[in-house]
């Protein structure tokens, strides 16, 4: 009897630990003086396993990750071949290790039940971010198709009247309703700072995140302006919403999808461009991996720039992934590959990434005829500001009612920055310029 019983207690060890794969589960891993933040979502779907990865260090998010498990043991593997294998050791504990390019290190994971709360925001000090009471209204909205379920705020001024109105819409990476990174929440503050000098706004959650739901996993900057035209509808019902002043405000490659949606939209009646890409996508990632390349051996850079150059190639995207794949695989050089680099490129598989590379701005900007405002941070490494608004002037300067300025010592975040290095952003505490949000406001009133 007590053989048989501990027989029952193993098997169901582990049908209980396969199950218990599903959720979310951090681990860190620590080469030299990096640590790598790595985050994996494992869910059961249609009876079989699924999964995408995070690496919030490298802006890294929602990798496509194929995943195997079997009794208690797991085996992840993501296009760059990134792979992580190991076993549940409890229900919020796994033990694995980390393997590429014939580099291997343990790891451990650790079941968390609330990514905001991985980098302790509550130990940062954010000293703009907004709090009760509000001086104006603001109510959640949900609003949906066949295609997608979107979910966000709407705040308004309480007096009565029609207002200019905008959809604030954030850059790569997945975002909730506040554009919540790196501890800040530079669009409830936004949203804040602009209802109460009488605009109405509307932000929302990206795909994947609060209340919004849709196949995120081939989300793309083409779909995303999809989304916002059914916002625009939406925002068009709001009774106090100017409809001769319903614009677009679009943060990095959130510019891209306001210039796509005002090219072809006729309810755009003005955008603003915080950040944005005046280049082609696949000049400006040439452009930002420049910084993390500068001490890479000549035979890496060529690495990374022939992976760029095939991803620019307008073809289908499994035939571009298998040209990438060859090409990582065929690299001999001196200097191995290691987990940073690994780390990434691995983006660079997603269907957004492929995609943003072969979209060119500069054949939307020139499309667009509605009132823009162009604002870029002198200190911005993702975006560099020069090159990128003498594309928006150029392609704009038949456009009468374009304004562009460059803030000498703000980064990409609009946050006043020494380097405007990404390791800053977490570190500052302005959340957004405050002189910014004022040039906006006051552009938008004299339109």
């Given at each position: 009897?007590?053989?048989?019983?501990?027989?029952?207690?193993?098997?169901?060890?582990?049908?209980s630990s396969a199950q218990g794969f599903a959720g979310v589960w951090k681990g860190d891993l620590v080469i030299e003086k990096e640590t790598l933040t790595f985050i994996i979502h494992i869910q059961r779907k249609d009876s079989e396993w699924k999964a995408y990865m995070d690496i919030p260090p490298q802006d890294a998010f929602k990798l496509p990750t194929r995943i195997s498990i079997k009794d208690n043991k797991f085996h992840l593997e993501?296009?760059?071949?990134?792979?992580?294998?190991?076993?549940?050791?409890?229900a919020n504990e796994l033990r694995a290790v980390f393997l590429q390019s014939g580099f291997e290190k343990k790891m451990k994971f650790n079941r968390v039940s609330d990514t905001s709360q991985l980098f302790n925001p509550h130990s940062l000090k954010r000293p703009q971010e907004p709090s009760a009471p509000f001086p104006y209204d603001s109510r959640d909205f949900i609003v949906e198709d066949t295609r997608v379920k979107l979910s966000g705020t709407i705040t308004s001024p309480k007096s009565e009247g029609?207002?200019?109105?905008l959809i604030l819409i954030s850059g790569s990476g997945t975002h909730d309703r506040d554009g919540e990174m790196f501890g800040h929440k530079p669009f409830k503050l936004l949203a804040d700072y602009l209802t109460r000098h009488g605009i109405v706004v509307m932000r929302f959650d990206d795909l994947g995140a609060g209340g919004s739901i849709g196949d995120e996993?081939?989300?793309?900057?083409?779909?995303?302006?999809m989304d916002i035209n059914i916002l625009l509808d939406r925002l068009k019902l709001e009774p106090k919403v100017n409809l001769e002043?319903?614009?677009?405000?679009?943060h990095s490659v959130g510019s891209l999808i306001s210039l796509i949606v005002a090219s072809q939209n006729t309810d755009v009646k003005f955008l603003i461009s915080l950040a944005g890409m005046g280049l082609s996508g696949k000049e400006v990632m040439k452009k930002q991996n420049i910084e993390k390349l500068v001490d890479a051996p000549p035979e890496k850079k060529r690495l990374y720039y022939s992976l760029m150059e095939v991803m620019g190639e307008v073809e289908e995207d499994d035939v571009t992934r298998k040209k990438m794949q060859t090409i990582i695989k065929n690299y001999k050089g001196k200097d191995p590959l290691n987990a940073i680099d690994t780390a990434s490129f691995s983006q660079m598989f997603t269907p957004w990434a492929l995609c943003i590379t072969r979209l060119n701005p500069a054949n939307y900007i020139e499309k667009v005829k509605v009132p823009v405002l162009v604002l870029q941070g002198e200190k911005d490494t993702q975006v560099l500001a020069k090159e990128n608004v003498a594309i928006f002037k150029k392609k704009l300067s038949e456009n009468l009612k374009t304004y562009t300025k460059i803030y000498p010592k703000l980064n990409h975040l609009f946050q006043t920055a020494k380097t405007g290095s990404r390791v800053e952003y977490r570190q500052i505490e302005e959340t957004f310029n405050e002189q910014v949000m004022k040039d906006i406001v006051d552009w938008i009133e004299q339109l």
């Open positions: 009897m007590r053989v048989l019983l501990l027989i029952v207690v193993f098997m169901n060890f582990f049908k993501t296009e760059a071949e990134i792979g992580i294998k190991g076993e549940m050791k409890s029609k207002f200019p109105a996993d081939y989300e793309t900057p083409l779909t995303n302006s002043k319903m614009g677009l405000l679009g």
